[in-house]
């Protein structure tokens, strides 16, 4: 295969997401460092249009120089623009000189300031202040500066207030105005940072993350539940910006588009439903489907299901039956889409038995995997076997995410149906069972058979029972 054909061939494999791209050359020596919003497009655009990059003497002379092109994928843009900042500065390209020498492009300053800031700037007039950059960008940059803000309580203002302002009293400042006690944390905020900003190929999920578990292993629990914050905070910031009538490569994330490529899919998995079932020795069996839109949970698409057409300890056909219930309400339009990939909370048991209930539904064609929660072992309906996928890879944490919501979700609705029941149960009958009673009952047993084995000793011992009641409890179900 000639260069060219294979350098295609690599454009092809590409990602629809947001990254960093390397235009290397024959040696592998790093010729160029680009960002884009959508790794394929852009990097596709230097091949496709080449008449039209022909007039620019400097894009062709890099065009006939590359030979191989690697790429560092990213959650966003804004965090490939940062990334590329950073690697330009490192391995400094011949053909991005300009980048590095034009005055022009916007840098991120940290201010020398007692209580630091961190602005846009394109000067660098202060020699005390700490610089980043330059970045190509400025749009882009004044989002990271925004979201740099929005997670980390760095002041706002030119000049300290003498009261305390609004960025205050919604958690983006610590304040240092009216407080100037918080010096010592303000500084540790403004080192976390740099730290961010001078440092490695890491997204600002992936920082906050490693610093929210050093923290938490070496005990300071404060530090820990302030990373955490930050880590929902970003997450609640992202789920603002994602529209679910974007097109596919617009916001095409690192675990969906693996989980494409381990699946052998055409398309994104963008719609991910979960089945699972919960029931205590047969009482109150329930089914839930937890629905997951881009990596995120669709709630509105949740379903919960009475299992009616089986009796006893079945979970095959309890899933058989509630996945039945989904498919038939697509056909009739009860459901508005059909899944990109279901999956089943179990083992190749319950997979062969909900593929049984695809084939008879006519839905073949739909991707079916499950996993076990056990050694997290993926099996595929397509493949008949496991699929090999790392423990660290972002698509299995995906799929375990959307599992653990799909059991959460079942226990929570069968705990309410079983209180349900045993509020309008025997417990109403028994002489000293009382509101507070029956619900220590109901917490310390998941379900009446359970209740009814209980001795004598067992019950007393609870809180809020005695000796007395314990026996009446116990003569009313064995007289």
């Not at 009261?163 to 540790?188: F, M, R, S």
């Not at 310390?444 to 007395?468: H, T, W, Y």
Request: aromatic share 8%; proline share 4%; with cysteine.
């Amino acid at each position: 295969m000639n260069s060219s054909a294979s350098l295609r061939e690599k454009i092809n494999q590409l990602p629809f997401a947001p990254g960093v791209y390397l235009m290397k050359g024959r040696e592998g020596e790093i010729l160029y460092i680009g960002k884009a919003g959508v790794l394929r497009n852009r990097v596709r655009s230097y091949f496709v249009n080449r008449e039209a990059l022909a007039v620019l003497a400097k894009t062709a002379v890099l065009m006939s120089k590359v030979t191989d092109i690697d790429y560092v994928e990213t959650p966003t843009e804004v965090d490939a623009l940062l990334l590329e900042a950073q690697l330009v500065r490192k391995y400094r390209p011949h053909f991005n000189k300009e980048l590095k020498d034009d005055k022009s492009f916007p840098l991120l300053k940290i201010t020398a300031e007692r209580f630091p800031r961190i602005h846009l700037t394109r000067n660098k007039n202060d020699k005390k202040a700490v610089y980043y950059g330059p970045y190509t960008d400025a749009k882009l940059l004044r989002e990271a500066v925004t979201l740099i803000n929005t997670l980390f309580p760095l002041r706002k203002c030119r000049r300290l207030p003498k009261t305390a302002c609004l960025y205050y009293h919604i958690g983006q400042c610590l304040a240092p105005c009216i407080k100037p006690e918080v010096e010592e944390g303000y500084q540790n905020i403004v080192k976390e940072v740099r730290d961010f900003l001078g440092g490695g190929k890491k997204s600002f999920i992936e920082y906050l993350t490693e610093r929210m578990e050093e923290a938490s292993r070496e005990l300071r629990f404060e530090d820990a539940q302030f990373f955490k914050q930050q880590i929902e905070a970003l997450s609640r910031l992202r789920k603002k910006r994602f529209s679910l009538k974007k097109p596919d490569g617009a916001i095409a994330l690192s675990a969906t588009l693996e989980l494409k490529k381990i699946l052998g899919m055409e398309k994104l998995p963008e719609k991910v439903v979960c089945f699972d079932v919960s029931n205590i020795q047969g009482d109150a069996a329930v089914a839930s489907k937890v629905s997951f839109y881009r990596e995120l949970p669709d709630k509105i698409e949740y379903r919960r299901y009475k299992i009616r057409g089986v009796t006893g300890i079945n979970d095959y056909a309890m899933i058989q039956e509630a996945l039945r219930r989904m498919l038939v309400g697509i056909k009739e339009g009860r459901e508005c889409f059909i899944p990109d990939v279901i999956m089943m909370d179990g083992g190749k048991g319950h997979l062969n038995a909900a593929w049984e209930v695809l084939r008879e539904q006519e839905f073949e064609n739909t991707e079916l995997i499950s996993i076990a929660k056990r050694f997290e072992t993926v099996f595929s309906a397509k493949t008949g076997g496991d699929l090999k996928i790392p423990r660290d890879s972002p698509a299995l944490h995906l799929l375990q995410k959307v599992r653990d919501e799909a059991h959460r979700f079942a226990i929570t609705y069968h705990r309410f149906l079983k209180e349900k029941s045993l509020r309008r149960s025997a417990l109403d009958e028994i002489p000293g069972i009382g509101e507070k009673r029956k619900r220590v009952l109901l917490e310390q047993f998941d379900s009446l058979a359970e209740l009814k084995r209980a001795g004598v000793d067992q019950l007393a011992g609870l809180p809020g029972m005695n000796l007395a009641v314990a026996r009446r409890v116990r003569e009313y179900f064995h007289p």
